[in-house]
């Protein structure tokens, strides 16, 4: 699945197998377009495969794979698949890359952008900021998403792992607690 040509890309110009950028919006209702926008744009500039789950609201991308929403089993494969996910900053795909341990590196959606209804994501974000990690990142702005995953894949190249600790999961779980309850 995560070799070929990707749509968008010149003729003879393979990319690697094994590798997959898998790129998670969520299934609300909302657009995440700035997210999408730039990773259609920087894609060419990695020689591997960029997967986008689009959501609800189907985006026309000129770099990337996309599947839109697809079933459960589906979207899990593709995380066991993946070499890093670029997300949403969501419980879901944070629980998913941790299951798989995937490296993840998250964008908040905001609602003053229209792409969310409230700033819980921004909450969550601004929680998990202090227990960032090499190989879990989270982001607060666009500009920051092709630096990130540069830094993980060169991480990766060295040998660096995802942590499953039960330390790190506990730590990651109260994150997201008390950013809920705040």
């Known amino acids: 699945m995560a070799g070929g040509l990707r749509p ?9 197998e094994g590798f997959l950028i898998l790129v998670v919006t969520g299934s ?20 591997l495969p960029f997967v986008i ?5 189907p985006y026309p991308a000129r770099n990337c794979r996309t599947i839109g929403l697809v079933a459960y089993e589906r979207l ?3 995380y066991r698949d993946a070499t890093l996910v670029v997300s949403h900053t969501s419980s879901g795909p944070l629980i998913y890359a941790k299951k798989f341990r995937k490296p993840i590196i998250t964008l908040p959606r905001r609602p003053e952008l229209g792409e969310a209804v409230d700033d819980h994501q921004v909450e969550t974000a601004e929680a998990l900021k202090p227990i960032d990690e090499a190989m879990r990142i989270t982001l607060m702005g666009v500009e920051e998403i ?3 995953i540069r830094t993980v894949l ?3 190249g060295k040998g660096m792992q995802y942590s499953s600790g039960a330390e790190e ?6 994150a997201i607690r008390s950013a809920c309850l705040e």
């Open 53 to 57: 789950q689009d959501g609800p609201d």
């Open 28 to 47: 609300g209702g909302y657009s995440f377009r700035r997210f999408l926008d730039t990773i259609d744009e920087m894609a060419p500039r990695f020689d």
């Open 154 to 156: 060169e991480g990766l």
């Open 169 to 174: 999961l506990l730590r990651l779980q109260n």
């Open 146 to 148: 092709e630096p990130a």
């Open 76 to 78: 899990m494969e593709f």
């Open 8 to 16: 968008g890309r010149k003729k003879g110009r393979v990319c690697r």
